[in-house]
């Protein structure tokens, strides 16, 4: 009998083999452990879109921890205008391709990462990247669903927002719905302008995309999908919503402000006249003195606080626009209150003091056009 026939029949050979086989097996399990090295198409455009893509070219660049999770990076863009994850892209030298992308370019990658980026993404996009598409929304969906979640959520003057990180589905799904991902609140402070949660959410978005990257797995199961409801939708602004409607409240007025001042300078007219108005106030409800000259209503303000003034107020007609000296600011009567702006454009852009010498001293009443804004919906305060 040979040495191979005696080893072949001893008892401990299967014993052996069965080591070795656990023991293959618990390695398979220690590198699966391991996070995966992912080649990530991104895409994004604005400012929430670029400390994601940060994040990622972070980790690719620097193996952070020993524990780099990105082994390749290229970008989409939404169209050859310059925006700010196209700039990042061209300083950082990274690659980036304009919207829409070939197939040659998508199967290249095994997963892709969207953030902010302003198209709906089709079947054939979604099926062609081995891993489908991440998506990070900014809102707790599906509240909030929709391309303009975060200064709806400031118009709205909700004081609770969030991110969620979905498997995105196809577009027949609807919108913003898919697998919840990773999802995480924080809190709005109140006086947060557009940028400013904008800022916020971002910088954790990007610290939950690095970690549901760790642990990825693409599901199939679309039951798990977020469900479309009649929660609120985030629609896109447009010109209208940047205008006043003086007979709301001051408050409302100035989340529209808050919210959109970002992105648009709010407006009004006068005898068919685009005005903009600039440099808004937070709301001041102690009502002013009517400064009067020959015994008629003046143009201008005196001092504040005065709860005898009251009546007064209330026979002066909303977009009625007065100067107060005292805040050096153009005052405007909306709903319940004046509010105030420091500087006007009507032609050209003015200051306050040289529109109120300009303009208010030689008129009997300068009235802003009450407009419809359809802003009413989003308050959750209502006028």
């Not at 994004?44 to 400390?51: A, I, K, P």
């Not at 405007?332 to 500087?343: A, G, L, Q, V």
């Amino acid at each position: 009998m040979t040495v191979f026939n005696i080893l072949n029949n001893h008892p401990t050979r299967w014993v052996g083999r069965n080591w070795c086989k656990r023991r293959l097996t618990s390695l398979k399990i220690c590198k699966d452990k391991q996070s995966p090295q992912w080649k990530l198409l991104f895409f994004g455009t604005d400012s929430f879109s670029l400390e994601h893509v940060k994040a990622l070219k972070n980790n690719m660049d620097k193996n952070i921890n020993g524990r780099r999770i990105v082994e390749r990076l290229e970008v989409v863009i939404p169209s050859q205008r310059t925006c700010e994850v196209k700039s990042y892209a061209e300083r950082e030298n990274i690659k980036y391709h304009v919207w829409p992308v070939s197939n040659e370019v998508l199967e290249k990658f095994d997963l892709g990462v969207l953030a902010s980026f302003g198209h709906m993404i089709p079947k054939k996009v979604l099926t062609t990247l081995p891993r489908g598409i991440i998506n990070i929304h900014p809102s707790l969906l599906p509240n909030l669903r929709g391309p303009a979640p975060i200064p709806h959520t400031i118009l709205r003057g909700d004081r609770i927002t969030g991110v969620t990180i979905i498997q995105l589905l196809p577009p027949s799904n609807g919108v913003d719905t898919g697998p919840i991902l990773s999802q995480k609140k924080f809190q709005v402070d109140e006086n947060a302008f557009t940028l400013d949660l904008m800022k916020l959410l971002a910088k954790n978005g990007s610290k939950m995309l690095l970690e549901v990257l760790k642990e990825y797995k693409k599901s199939t199961a679309e039951n798990q999908a977020t469900e479309i409801s009649s929660d609120y939708y985030a629609f896109k602004f447009k010109t209208l919503h940047s205008y006043i409607n003086w007979n709301h409240l001051a408050e409302n007025i100035y989340k529209q402000y808050k919210a959109l001042g970002y992105s648009m300078e709010l407006r009004s007219s006068f005898k068919g006249n685009r005005v903009r108005l600039h440099e808004m106030h937070k709301p001041d409800y102690r009502i002013p003195s009517l400064f009067k000259s020959e015994g008629k209503l003046s143009n201008r303000l005196n001092v504040l606080g005065s709860e005898s003034n009251q009546d007064s107020f209330n026979q002066i007609k909303n977009g009625r626009v007065f100067y107060s000296k005292e805040k050096n600011s153009l005052a405007i009567k909306c709903s319940d209150s004046f509010i105030y702006f420091n500087k006007i454009t009507l032609h050209k852009r003015m200051s306050a003091l040289d529109f109120y010498n300009g303009y208010l001293t030689k008129t009997k009443e300068f009235v802003l056009e009450v407009k419809d804004n359809e802003l009413d919906k989003c308050f959750l305060i209502r006028d």
